[in-house]
């Protein structure tokens, strides 16, 4: 057991390797380190699957590409600069702890370049959009919305993006590109987004609490879109957003947690939209007083929404079988309204996006899946950006393990709930 500090990050160290990776998991780990990693334990179930262990993954990836790891004692992030800086997993108890990020094992061993879209996974990727609707950048000008004619860009699926700088707690990368949307708009844009593993400190003044029994690894990315070219970017003719998306491992047990500000629908806009694929049955998504309540078991495809000004900027997951808490913290900007639509259609009015989303991955009608994963994605707000101006999106990812009750208390302070009130919505 620690008893000087909070969240057991110790030392700095950095390793530039190659990496790839995906798997599936019995393993509830309740672990408590203490400053140079001795003392370990681990509650009697370890885990049983290692390729849901975060070394396996790092050794699997390493050997198929190159990778970054930012590590803090354990706590760890591996960085991919070939797929834009993703982070693609990490970990809050060393090589044998739980390996959070979702990883397409299967494909980064192929080898394969796949059309439309390469889902090699990972927990934090950066994309812009809108993906859909007459300013869209993933279908070519003048096409039908449909996916024979939908492609994820190259930049932001299989182009590199430069290393600028790195220490030993961060990574900083950049690209400069030229684009053109749906409309035939074009765009001179410069990219730089910059990854950095939080010290112990940061985050307690982060969370505002402060619990020697957690293990958290915890990082912020911040996404900064430049216009780099001599036109303003203007709302007749398109503009861009950051999107991140963020892929984890599913369980039977995981509930998507968001809180959302209550208020006139005719003012905020509603709650929870959950109309992308089909309307999601109560079973599977439920809203509480001024929480949504959304299963990310990997079973049922389905996504939902909040409007930009319903959100509180935060949301979260709990995995009670691996008693992991995940919370992602981004504040958005006061007074912004207008984020991209990604809707596949015409749009009568492309800037009435949603600024935080979850997805649930689940069977096609084919019976074919991807995963299973889920997801949880935020975006900024539509960047109607002069010649040199920027806009900054910046996010926090924390992952906690550890005791049940001390979980709680993280649950209780960042997200307004507890984790019984999140279990009790869902019974598996």
Avoid at 423 to 428: A, G, I, K, L
Wanted: aromatic share 10%.
């Amino acid at each position: 057991m620690n008893h000087s500090g909070s969240f057991h990050v110790g030392n700095h160290s950095v390793a530039l390797i190659s990496v790839t990776g995906l798997f599936s998991l019995l393993f509830v780990l309740w672990s408590c380190t203490n400053g140079t990693g001795k003392n370990r334990f681990i509650n009697n179930i370890m885990i049983t699957d290692t390729t849901k262990q975060y070394g396996y993954n790092r050794e699997f990836l390493k050997k198929h590409i190159n990778i970054i790891e930012l590590r803090n004692n354990n706590s760890a992030i591996l960085i991919v600069p070939d797929w834009q800086g993703r982070v693609m997993t990490s970990t809050s108890e060393g090589d044998e702890g739980f390996s959070f990020g979702w990883i397409n094992h299967e494909l980064i061993e192929s080898g394969n370049i796949l059309p439309h879209i390469n889902p090699y996974g990972g927990e934090e990727r950066l994309w812009l959009g809108p993906e859909g609707g007459q300013f869209s950048i993933f279908f070519g000008k003048g096409e039908d919305f449909v996916y024979e004619n939908w492609q994820t860009p190259a930049f932001l699926d299989t182009m590199p993006f430069e290393l600028v700088k790195l220490t030993d707690s961060s990574a900083l990368f950049s690209i400069d590109l030229a684009i053109e949307n749906y409309s035939g708009t074009p765009f001179k844009l410069r990219i730089e987004r910059e990854v950095i593993l939080l010290t112990e400190n940061e985050i307690t003044k982060l969370t505002g609490t402060d619990d020697e029994h957690l293990n958290c690894v915890a990082y912020k990315s911040m996404n900064t879109l430049i216009n780099a070219g001599d036109n303003e970017w203007q709302k007749e003719t398109g503009l861009l957003s950051i999107w991140m998306l963020g892929m984890f491992n599913p369980s039977p047990a995981v509930v998507v947690v968001i809180p959302f500000k209550e208020g006139d629908e005719d003012l905020l806009g509603v709650p929870v939209n959950d109309t992308y694929f089909g309307k999601i049955p109560e079973e599977r998504l439920k809203v509480s007083g001024s929480h949504i309540f959304f299963r990310a078991d990997g079973k049922s495809r389905g996504k939902i929404g909040v409007p930009p000004l319903r959100s509180t900027g935060t949301m979260g997951s709990f995995d009670s079988d691996n008693n992991i808490l995940t919370i992602l913290i981004c504040n958005l900007p006061e007074g912004k309204t207008e984020y991209v639509n990604s809707s596949w259609q015409i749009q009568d009015n492309p800037y009435s996006g949603d600024a935080f989303n979850s997805y649930n991955d689940g069977p096609l009608e084919d019976g074919t899946q991807m995963g299973p994963f889920y997801e949880l994605e935020t975006s900024s707000p539509a960047a109607d950006l002069k010649p040199g101006e920027s806009l900054n999106h910046i996010q926090y990812t924390l992952h906690f393990t550890g005791p049940m009750q001390n979980l709680d208390n993280i649950s209780r302070k960042v997200l307004g709930v507890s984790l019984e009130q999140i279990m009790n919505n869902f019974q598996h």
